[in-house]
């Protein structure tokens, strides 16, 4: 998180951070940010739960203001933004957060921007994590970014989507699984 952010703020990027297991003040420390209103550090819970609950429209909504916003100023070519996901204030609803993640696909060609969606393994365990490939185009692992050829347009996915959660053959995940770690396993 820390370097995908420093790169940010050394290009000039406008850099969003919405965390959820450290306290905001430590990553401004962490990065000294440069110039006046480049870097924004938001609690998880101000942005995913503006009105109480967890809603996929509802943070849409969010970023759609805060982009937009910045774009308009015209200070910034570029935004970068980090959500970091522990489920520490945030405990989504599975359905909505599928939804969120997807739909956030139709949103992000609206603006030149980046969003670097990272989860904590030990507490989403990897058979959400693979669900939740399915709505990711790219994924970072270690420092390479590959293509995610497992990835579903959101209507692809709201097609296959009973409504409350995606449901993934246990072969779908192993394959998915195996695909990755044969892709990060043959480069050195």
């Avoid at 969003?16 to 306290?23: A, P, R, S």
């Amino acid at each position: 998180m820390i370097p995908f952010l420093a790169a940010g703020l050394q290009a000039g990027d406008k850099c969003i951070c919405v965390v959820d297991g450290e306290d905001p003040l430590d990553v401004v420390a962490a990065l000294e940010p440069g110039g006046d209103q480049q870097l924004d550090v938001l609690r998880s819970g101000d942005i995913y739960l503006r009105s109480g609950v967890f809603s996929a429209a509802e943070v849409i909504g969010s970023w759609k203001t805060a982009i937009s916003e910045v774009m308009y100023q015209g200070h910034f070519d570029l935004v970068r933004a980090v959500e970091t996901w522990s489920m520490r204030d945030v405990v989504p609803d599975i359905g909505e957060l599928m939804t969120l993640e997807s739909e956030m696909n139709r949103y992000l060609p609206l603006y030149p921007q980046v969003i670097l969606c990272m989860y904590d393994l030990d507490r989403f365990g990897g058979s959400i994590v693979v669900d939740l490939l399915k709505t990711h185009p790219r994924i970072l692992v270690g420092e390479m970014v590959l293509e995610n050829p497992y990835c579903l347009t959101p209507d692809e996915l709201l097609a296959i989507s009973n409504g409350d959660e995606i449901d993934l053959a246990e072969g779908e995940r192993r394959e998915a699984a195996e695909h990755f770690c044969a892709l990060t396993s043959a480069v050195t």
